[in-house]
């Protein structure tokens, strides 16, 4: 994908969730919370996006899952963590959870975990830029801006203007060894 | 014994002669025949090589503590013994700090009963001087030297009072006894448990400043000035110490000092660097890097007369504890060779003046027989070789403990033979 | 592991980066003591046993809290009622525990280098909680994080270091944390209670208070430990209170501006501290608690968060 479906992308999310949240009652409830790190700026700019659509701005968060990985007894050294940042109450919200990529679902597993030890949502709904396939846990997303197909051995990167690449754009590439 | 040993080869070296060449030594009935340039080889006597090693006199110690009675799990005088011929001692002088201490006739008796039946060095007991040690009553001095004691001391501990100091050395007088004091006041030393210093405050570690032992070694010799005793530094270890002294002999008092292989070579930063190792801990303690400079000067140029060990058997019990708790002392009969070996080949010491503090200078500052090749003399000797790399440990130990800094590290030069009155009585090679 | 270090024992052998590293992560973990359910997962199923053989209610706990926060369980062994009366050596306690397969030994002990020894002797972790005078990391740690917080950076500060030096790990780890984070440190008492040598760990020494904390960013007054000491080292407690502690007047004449007052506790009140003071607008004393149990999760994920060698 390159930056022009990217933005076209993110617009139809933006659509999709605002339609949604109108039609479940839900547009006051609204937060964003961005999964570390590759939801983070989609998440600021799908608030934005629904600022403009709503016409009111849906307080913004970020989640670091690191604490709340499942693979603790496999990995070699600890994962570093970052900052967690959600300084609103969570409870009885519509949370509209971003990640860039949408894989395992181990990641967002992790984050739902987390999220419900700040309160009790009334609904989490998962929106993610880039849906890959190849679910591990029965987990899948409210929102897609694109579905793929990619295949074991291809990693999937997200690469965003606002952490410095040069253009907005998806790679599909060969893993490394 | 009409056994003749003729060593061959090697360069002796008897400072108490002022031998230093290539020369044969002849021994014949437990006595030196000769130290000459060339000699016939009679049919039936044993041929040493000693070819590439040194020939010296069988080595003094005039500080061990063998343990027995008492505390025969950590030594008896038979393993002390042992590992004192191995490490080429033929005699030591052995500390009353035993249990009970040695403060009567039948300690002592014990102690040269369990030597003779030994048949290894020759075994000098040193007597207490008060009785128990316990600082307090004079032990019977008389009674002591009739049995054998050659030396007094309170070891393990100062003599605090100075009256008991004064009376102690004025009545060793009347036995021509030296008294062998360990010097610090315990009021300095508090709970210390190493120098004080930069290393001890890193380390979090109570300090012993220097001056702990500085004071009482000036005490004393006022005292020996006052009573004119004969007065022997144990392991002195400070730089005041060594100013204390000099000034002593200077003015013609009965003074001398010993110095362990421990103080001249290592300080309070090996303290530091060895982790909180327990052996790095005895007492004194490892000094600061300009105390050692000055003891090592000082053994160099005489004022310190002799090397002594200090050989403090320790098991692992005592050992094997926070450094906070655990007993001070280390062995060293076996590594003093080569540990001092390292001072010669740092340009610190001669090999004359090395040879001559563990020979001729102990034996002259306790009164004692040996030290010496001369004709007539015991044949008490050692051959040894300067270059020779081994590893000291459990397998090459003869001591039954092996507290020591040394342990497991190769070092260099090693006593290959020994022999006390003509008697093959080590041979390095052989097993522990 | 933190950097190179398998254990925290020492912040003498720890670099920059190592301290950085640990001070980082707690600002992450002090986030997680702020929400409404203070539990992460993710030291589920290791084991962190407390073995205290001095006396401390206060650091035993924020270990226990930072171990429960971080979903590990936490065992505390206090030596009063344990093998110790009973003449068992320390070795010999450590490898009965060690038997137990512990993943984090937190060992507190009046012995300097205690900790050293049992980490040569068992496979996992260490962490010691103050041993003798020597050190305490994790008290270093803190401190250094409080001040960094409040100021944010150490880079170019003052920090003075009042009370008695000599018989204080907790001095001691300061004086690295602080110094290791590009601060200047100043210690302050009367003679008696500075121990030789002290400036060779990089630090200046005045015995005049009022000329130590001039343009101080940082004061952090020790307690005056009784208990610890042995040959007399001071006047009277009136006259060390005089001329060494911190009251009002002081504070307020002598300290600049948004200058902070530490105390590892417990306080004295009225000797080393008046409470006016311990509970002034200058004072973050409990902010030192909170971020005690911080960057004690801090300490206990990096070195607990990975499986231990030989364990399944």
């Known amino acids: 994908m390159d930056s022009t479906q990217i933005s076209a992308a993110v617009a139809r999310l933006a659509r999709d969730v605002a339609q949604r949240a109108q039609a479940e009652g839900a547009a006051d409830g609204l937060a964003i919370v961005g999964i570390r790190r590759g939801g983070v700026h989609l998440a600021a700019r799908l608030r934005a996006a629904l600022r403009q659509l709503l016409g009111k701005e849906a307080p913004l968060g970020t989640l670091d899952i690191a604490l709340y990985r499942d693979d603790v007894t496999v990995r070699g050294a600890v994962p570093v963590v970052g900052p967690t940042d959600i300084r609103f109450s969570i409870e009885g919200k519509t949370i509209v959870l971003v990640d860039d990529v949408l894989y395992t679902g181990r990641t967002v597993r992790a984050a739902l975990d987390e999220l419900v030890d700040f309160g009790r949502p009334r609904r989490v709904w998962l929106t993610v830029l880039v849906d890959r396939g190849g679910h591990e846990l029965p987990i899948a997303a409210d929102f897609a801006g694109v579905k793929l197909e990619v295949p074991d051995d291809q990693n999937v990167q997200v690469l965003l203007k606002e952490e410095g690449a040069a253009e907005d754009a998806v790679q599909v590439s060969r893993r490394g060894k | ?432 | ?312």
């Open chain 2, 1 to 432: 014994m009409s056994d003749t040993i003729i060593i061959e080869g090697g360069r002796v070296i008897d400072p108490a002669s002022g031998t230093d060449a290539t020369r044969v030594v002849v021994l014949k009935d437990g006595k030196v025949a000769g130290v000459v340039e060339r000699a016939d080889r009679p049919s039936g006597a044993t041929v040493v090589d000693a070819k590439g090693r040194w020939v010296t006199p069988g080595f003094l110690d005039l500080h061990v503590h063998l343990r027995e009675p008492g505390q025969e799990y950590k030594e008896t005088v038979a393993t002390g013994a042992r590992a004192a011929v191995a490490g080429g001692f033929t005699s030591v002088v052995c500390m009353p700090n035993t249990k009970p201490v040695n403060d009567t006739l039948a300690v002592t008796e014990l102690i040269l009963a369990r030597a003779a039946a030994a048949g290894l060095a020759r075994v000098y007991p040193c007597g207490a001087i008060s009785k128990g040690s316990a600082g307090e009553e004079l032990a019977e001095y008389g009674e002591l030297q009739a049995g054998g004691c050659v030396a007094l001391s309170d070891d393990g501990k100062p003599v605090m009072s100075p009256g008991l100091m004064r009376s102690a050395l004025e009545y060793a007088r009347a036995f021509g006894l030296p008294l062998t004091v360990h010097e610090e006041d315990l009021h300095l030393v508090g709970k210390g448990v190493m120098h004080e210093g930069a290393a001890s405050t890193r380390l979090g570690l109570k300090g012993i400043p220097g001056q702990a032992e500085d004071v009482m070694v000036l005490r004393d010799v006022a005292l020996a000035e006052l009573t004119g005793g004969r007065l022997h530094i144990a392991h002195l270890s400070t730089a005041g110490s060594v100013r204390a002294v000099r000034e002593a002999k200077k003015r013609g008092l009965k003074v001398t000092a010993e110095v362990t292989p421990h103080h001249l070579t290592l300080s309070d930063e090996d303290v530091a660097r060895s982790g909180y190792s327990t052996d790095f801990k005895m007492s004194p303690p490892l000094r600061s890097v300009e105390d050692v400079k000055a003891v090592v000067e000082a053994l160099a140029d005489g004022t310190i007369d002799c090397i002594a060990t200090d050989h403090a058997p320790h098991s692992l019990v005592e050992k094997q504890l926070e450094f906070d708790v655990a007993l001070n002392g280390i062995v060293g009969l076996e590594t003093a060779f080569p540990v001092c070996l390292a001072l010669v080949k740092k340009g610190l010491l001669t090999e004359k003046r090395l040879i001559e503090a563990l020979t001729a200078s102990p034996a002259r500052a306790f009164g004692l027989p040996g030290g010496t090749l001369a004709v007539g003399a015991p044949a008490d000797l050692a051959i040894l070789d300067p270059g020779a790399i081994w590893t000291f440990g459990p397998k090459t130990s003869f001591s039954k403990c092996f507290n020591s800094p040394w342990r497991g590290r190769a070092l260099t030069g090693r006593c290959t033979h020994a022999y006390v009155g003509g008697r093959l009585v080590h041979q390095a090679g052989e097993g522990a």
């Open chain 3, 1 to 312: 592991m933190i950097g190179r270090q398998k254990h925290c024992i020492a912040l003498e052998d720890y670099s920059r980066e190592e301290i950085t590293q640990v001070l980082d992560l707690a600002v992450s973990m002090k986030e997680v003591l702020r929400r409404p359910i203070k539990k992460v997962p993710s030291l589920r199923g290791r084991s962190i046993v407390n073995l205290f053989f001095e006396a401390s209610t206060r650091t035993r706990s924020s270990f226990e809290i930072a171990a429960k926060v971080l979903s590990a369980d936490s065992l505390n062994w206090t030596s009063s009622g344990s093998s110790v009366s009973k003449g068992e050596t320390l070795i010999d306690t450590v490898k009965n525990l060690e038997a137990m397969h512990p993943d984090v030994l937190v060992i507190r002990h009046s012995a300097s280098g205690a900790p050293g020894l049992v980490a040569s002797r068992v496979g996992c972790s260490v962490v010691s909680a103050g041993d003798g005078a020597h050190e305490h990391p994790s008290q270093g740690l803190l401190d250094a994080f409080t001040v960094r917080e409040k100021l944010g950076t150490l880079d170019g500060k003052i920090l003075t270091i009042v009370g008695d030096v000599s018989h204080s790990r907790v001095a001691r780890s300061d004086i690295y944390s602080f110094g290791k984070l590009g601060a200047k440190v100043r210690l302050c008492g009367p003679p008696t209670m500075m121990p030789m040598g002290v400036e060779k760990m990089g630090c200046t020494v005045e015995h005049d208070l009022k000329k130590a904390v001039d343009g101080a960013d940082a004061v952090i007054m020790l307690r005056i430990q009784h208990e610890r000491i042995g040959a007399p080292l001071l006047s009277t407690t009136r006259e060390y209170s005089r001329l060494w502690g911190l009251n009002t007047k002081k504070a307020a004449e002598w300290l600049k501006p948004g200058a902070l007052v530490l105390h590892p506790g417990p306080i004295n009140r009225g000797v080393e501290l008046m409470p006016e003071v311990a509970d002034g607008p200058a004072s973050v004393i409990l902010d030192q608690v909170e971020n005690g149990v911080a960057v004690r999760m801090a300490i206990l994920y990096l070195l607990a968060g990975e499986p231990v060698e030989g364990k399944a």
